[in-house]
């Protein structure tokens, strides 16, 4: 039995908001049936995948269709068997396997892997609350403290408390072998005081650390829930695994244990969620399937704005090129309504108490337009979480945390640019001494041999 | 007297005082130079008319080449080098050529002789390859300079544009 610790201060900064949990909460995890089609993305934001499959192939379930040689990115699997149709570009420039699925009543492929970080590597597991980011690569690094995020904190959300309800027993298991896999000594798991249900589960077990934070938002965003875990404050731009900590989202955990036991990632809990929505629910959706499959499967409206994440950091989709991935954990599908007109900022300076970050939003949006980089540098830009609490309290409706995207990108090419440029121009003085230095060396040769020459013939 | 000899005293000292600070803080190289050679392009590819970037850098520091007359560089470089060098930016000048989209050099291989005049011609080391046998370029370090298309015997080298990096935010 574990012990429940509560917490009683909250972060500095963000924002009590309405959870809107309770309507997706009412039924359990629902499946899903089995769709036509999945298009499985060969791109994401941590690398470019390289298909394995060629067209015509017939894939089983479970099959690792797609590899990535990059340390970030992650491999894809089959969620069912079926064919590959095409490997595709959608018209947002997305390279995809399109496959057509076929019932086989043959058993899902299992991995075959001997230590568990390899099978958490050949499962395809990523970051599941958001980043991507390969777990065995964040697992790799030995660290003191193992946290797992339930501190599912977004509007809207519910996918992690479900699978908490449901399947604390295997989330359990799966941070115990993430945390043998890390070598840490403390395993803490930090939720919010209102999943009230999913404790319970939790204290069924033990093993660990239970600690309830305040459900304040981003009280689930990885530097805020160490710094009210632990206290410990990472300085921008620095690492958890710089202070010996790791931090994983409970589908991670779910899904170690999913790998442990051969099982490559292919399916998630998804919140489907929102206005649009006669019955709000978590549902088990097969990666790859296309949000276009969903909207028509729950009978909404073509016109139904569609974000995939929740209220506040959920991107606006178009349903017709999204696809289900490894990080969705969400689809807030709602009716359209009018948006209130963006205004000029008036320097009211509410969203600077709400930043979590301790950033100044106004300022940085100046620096924005047009970019200012060393302005935009001053502020730490780059430290900015894109919660969007600054965008939820501004009076005139500016979308700053997207403007804060946009530019963090921008930055992020000029600097790459700046990086190969000074890689060009060691190689080229790289050159330069090298050509210097074969034609001394010639020199010398042919000098050595005309004085051996005139040597022999003196003699 | 005795304040005539002091104003001497003091100013001599003086004097060999800053005589020697100009050596103990001597900078090697000219800064300046340093300064404009790091906002250039690095691509080495010879259209301002000076064998690389430094020499052009260097060219610039003399007042000897105008701050327009580099293409790959573009519009953000020249109000670069306008900042460095404190005086008003100009348009580029056409004789050195136009700004164009980042761009890096293929080598269609089934084509390709192994005669290792692309390799001799790559002012960054960017080309891997041997006599007679299949030369490739190395893409992270192109920098799409041109230099290898004239020298190839069999014109199979070709520009291809810089792959789109993946977009983290729709656009």
Known sequence: MAVLKTLDHSLNGGLWLDGHKAISLIQGIQNWPTPSQVMLPLLDKNGARRALVSVGERVKAGQCVAICDGIAGSALHAPYAGTVRQITT????????????????????????????????????????????????????????????????????TCDEALLREYAAEVVEGAKLAQTAVGAKRLIIGIEN????????????????????????????????????LGVRLSPGQRPVEQGLAVINVHTAYAINNANDGRPLTQRVVTITGSAVATPANYWLPIGLPVKVVLNTLGIAANARVRLGGAMMGRPTDPNLAVIGKTSNCLLIETPVDSTPVSPCIRCGVCEPVCPEGLLPAQMHFATQPFARDMLERYHLSACIECACCDHVCPSAIPLAMQFGLAKQQLNTLKQAERSAQRAGERHSAREARLERLAAEKKARMEAKKAALKKRTAK | MIAILFALVLGLGLTWLL?????????????????????????????????????????????????????????????ALADIMGVEPEPLNPENGTETPAVVALIIEEDCIGCTKCIQACPVDAIMGAAKHMHTVIEPACTGCELCIAPCPVDCIELIPVSKRVALWPS
Not at chain 1, 115 to 143: E, S, Y
Not at chain 1, 203 to 217: C, R, S, W
């Open chain 2, 19 to 79: 005589n020697q600070a100009t050596r103990w803080f001597a900078v090697d190289g000219d800064p300046i130079v340093e300064q404009l050679d790091a906002v250039l392009p690095q691509t080495q590819c010879g259209q301002c008319n000076y064998p690389g970037c430094r020499p052009y850098a260097e060219a610039i520091a003399k007042g000897e080449a105008g701050i327009n007359q580099c293409p790959p560089g573009g519009e953000a470089g020249i109000q």
């Open chain 1, 90 to 157: 959608l018209p947002n420039a997305q390279m995809v396997i399109d496959m057509h699925l076929s019932p086989s009543s043959e058993p899902c492929t299992l991995l075959e892997a001997s230590t568990l970080l390899q099978r958490i590597d050949a499962a395809g597991i990523v970051g599941m609350g958001g980043a991507g980011f390969a777990t065995a690569r964040k697992l790799g690094q030995p660290v003191e403290t193992l946290i797992i995020n339930a501190a599912e904190c977004e509007p809207y959300i």
């Open chain 1, 194 to 229: 209102n999943k009230t249900e999913a404790i319970e589960a939790l204290k069924q077990h033990d093993g660990f650390e239970l600690i309830a934070v305040p459900p304040k938002y981003p009280s689930g965003g990885e530097r805020q829930l160490i710094e009210l875990l």
